[in-house]
């Protein structure tokens, strides 16, 4: 997982990111899909 806390290029995407909102790069265990998404949208399984 890498995070980013500055704006970045993804796929072709500017996302935009900051020391108080950062996004996250995470890989699904399912298909090896990266996707970026911000704190917000992510959620811990259990």
């Known amino acids: ?27 699904s265990d399912k298909t090896d899909h990266v996707a970026a998404h911000k704190e917000s949208a992510l959620s811990k399984e259990t």
């Open 1 to 27: 997982m890498r995070i980013h806390q500055k704006d970045f290029v993804f796929k072709g995407y500017t996302h935009h990111a900051s020391d108080t909102e950062p996004q996250y790069e995470i890989q």
